[in-house]
């Protein structure tokens, strides 16, 4: 590595702590992806071989024992809030959703056991160092279109209540607030608005993931707006009510 640039040799020490690769590894990904250091990471995590060989199972046991609640062989709330201590992060942090998306989880403050140690090898993960060394990768996750999608479609099922077809209300609000602060999505205020005023109702999967394609597709102005477009009556409602109370500018802002 002596050989190395000062910029390379950087990428290669930051390539290290983010992955716990050997410096073999770490030169051979960054050669490979042009020396770019978001690529070289991908590639080193589209590897399933690479991360299944860098966990040691003895340590996922230990982590999974950590937090597995005493009586249920899961762990529930109160060991994720153990977590997010040791992780130092906020429970309502975004990082979290992340972590339950790679996790496959089922169910929100809920991991089962194949939950919790598969995302963890998923993510090369088997101490609490690595995880929280690897915890700017899996945020950086929210940075790439076609993931966040993954996330946001993952979102809806995560946070329903066991057997319910809808989501309710108050947490579909919560869970937007979250997702479109990452995306910075202008109307998500007044979308929050409209629906206590004028829904307060549960919210349906197709509406759930007919918004995204909404608030990525039609500018905030609504210049490219289309009436006759097949979105659900609740956005084509909410167009109408930004109209009407003037709050958007026909034709000014730009799509995320």
């Not at 003895?58 to 609640?69: F, M, Q, S």
């Not at 090898?121 to 996750?141: A, H, K, N, V």
Request: hydrophobic share 40%; glycine share 6%; aromatic share 12%.
């Amino acid at each position: 590595m002596n050989k190395l640039s000062r910029g390379n040799r950087d990428k290669a020490q930051r390539f290290i702590a983010i992955t716990g690769a050997s410096e073999r590894v770490a030169l051979q990904a960054l050669k490979a992806s042009d020396w770019y250091l978001e690529g070289a990471i991908d590639v080193f995590y589209s590897q399933p071989q690479v991360k299944q060989s860098s966990t040691d199972s003895r340590h996922l046991e230990k982590l999974y024992n950590r937090y597995k609640d005493p009586y249920a062989d899961m762990i529930l709330a109160d060991g994720i809030s153990t977590l997010c201590n040791d992780l130092m992060v906020d429970p309502q942090d975004i990082v979290m959703l992340v972590i339950s998306w790679y996790m496959k989880a089922a169910t929100m403050c809920e991991f089962s056991k194949q939950e919790f140690v598969g995302g963890l090898q998923s993510l090369g993960i088997d101490t609490l160092e690595r995880f929280r060394e690897r915890l700017p990768y899996i945020r950086s996750e929210l940075s790439d279109n076609q993931k966040f999608k993954e996330i946001y479609i993952f979102t809806f099922d995560w946070a329903k209540e066991k057997g319910q077809k809808s989501l309710a209300l108050d947490t579909a609000i919560g869970m937007w607030q979250l997702l479109f602060a990452e995306k910075k999505w202008p109307l998500v205020d007044h979308w929050c608005q409209f629906l206590q005023e004028k829904h307060n109702k549960a919210i349906s999967r197709d509406t759930w993931s007919q918004l995204l394609e909404f608030a990525t597709g039609v500018d905030p102005g609504l210049s490219n707006y289309d009436a006759d477009g097949a979105w659900p009556y609740l956005i084509d409602e909410f167009v109408e009510y930004l109209t009407e109370n003037a709050m958007v500018q026909k034709g000014r802002g730009k799509k995320l």
